[in-house]
C-alpha cells in the first residue's frame, strides 16, 4: 500500500528565505505527482504536477523536482513572501487506476 | 469559468440523521472523488466514480454513499451510519491523470 510522508509537519521561516518542502512516497511504480496548496478553511489550488518521466516542472518561484527511484519530492519557494503562508500537501497517482493518496502536509509560516 | 461547486460551505447534522453534500462541475472531466479530511490529517478518499452510473468505494466509505446519475454532478450522503462524520469533506475531478485533480472549496458537516 502506498505511503506519502511530508516532513516537517510544520515550518516557520522569515520572508524572502526560499523553502524547501519534502515528500517521500513508499511504492516507486507512481504515475505523477502534484502539489497543492490549501489555505485555512479552503480548498486545494493545484501548484504543480510531475509526470513519472520528468525530473522537474517549474512554475514562477516554484520548482518541484522528482526522484522516482528514492521515492522522494522536492518543492523549492524561491525567496518566500507572507502570502506563500499555507499548508503544503504532495499526492501521488499511482501507476494502476486514477486516486490520489496524500501526504498529511506541511503548514508553511512566513514571517514579515 | 469552468470549475467544482460544492454546497453548502457549512452544514450541520443532527444524530441519526442523513445530510446530502452536493458537488458540481462543468469542466467535463469524466471522473470524480470525494474526500475526507480531519484536523491535522491528510486527505483519506471515501468514494470515486470514473464514469457516469459506475462508481466504487475507497478507504474509508462504511456509512457513506453516492450516486452518478449524471456526468456533471456526484453528490455524497452521509448516512446516520457513519458515527463520526464531523470533519471538511472535498469534491475532486479529473479529465485523466495526466493532467491532474481539480478541487472544489469544501464543506465543513458538523454534528450537533
Known amino acids: 500500500k502506498q505511503e506519502v510522508t511530508q516532513i516537517p509537519a510544520a515550518l516557520s521561516v522569515p520572508e524572502g528565505e526560499n523553502l524547501v518542502l519534502n515528500c517521500s512516497f513508499t511504492?516507486?511504480?507512481?504515475?505523477?505527482l502534484q502539489w497543492f496548496r490549501q489555505d485555512p478553511g479552503k480548498g486545494l489550488t493545484s501548484l504543480l504536477l510531475?509526470?513519472?518521466?520528468?525530473r522537474e516542472q517549474t512554475s514562477g518561484r516554484l520548482n518541484a523536482s522528482l526522484d522516482k527511484s528514492s521515492g522522494r519530492s522536492t518543492l523549492y519557494i524561491a525567496a518566500s513572501q507572507p502570502g506563500d503562508s499555507a499548508t503544503y500537501l504532495c499526492?501521488?497517482?499511482?501507476?494502476?487506476?486514477?486516486?490520489?493518496?496524500f501526504g498529511g502536509g506541511t503548514r508553511v509560516l512566513v514571517k514579515p | 469559468d469552468g470549475g467544482i461547486t460544492q454546497s453548502p460551505k457549512y452544514l450541520f447534522r443532527k444524530e441519526g440523521q442523513n445530510v446530502t453534500l452536493s458537488c458540481e462541475q462543468n469542466?467535463?472531466?469524466?471522473?470524480m472523488y470525494w474526500y475526507r479530511q480531519d484536523p491535522g490529517q491528510g486527505l483519506r478518499l471515501i468514494y470515486y466514480?470514473?464514469?457516469?452510473?459506475?462508481?466504487q468505494k475507497g478507504d474509508i466509505a462504511e456509512g457513506y454513499s453516492v450516486s452518478r446519475e449524471k456526468k456533471e454532478s456526484f453528490p455524497l450522503t452521509v448516512t446516520s451510519a457513519q458515527k463520526n462524520p464531523t470533519a471538511f469533506y472535498l469534491c475532486?475531478?479529473?479529465?485523466?491523470?495526466?493532467?491532474?485533480?481539480?478541487f472544489g472549496s469544501g464543506t465543513r458537516l458538523t454534528v450537533v
Open positions: 510531475i509526470q513519472s518521466s520528468q
Open positions: 475532486a475531478s479529473s479529465i485523466d491523470r495526466n493532467y491532474g485533480y481539480t
Open positions: 499526492a501521488v497517482n499511482k501507476a494502476a487506476g486514477n486516486k490520489l493518496t
Open positions: 469542466l467535463n472531466h469524466d471522473a
Open positions: 466514480s470514473q464514469i457516469v452510473n459506475d462508481f
Open positions: 511504492d516507486s511504480a507512481i504515475y505523477n
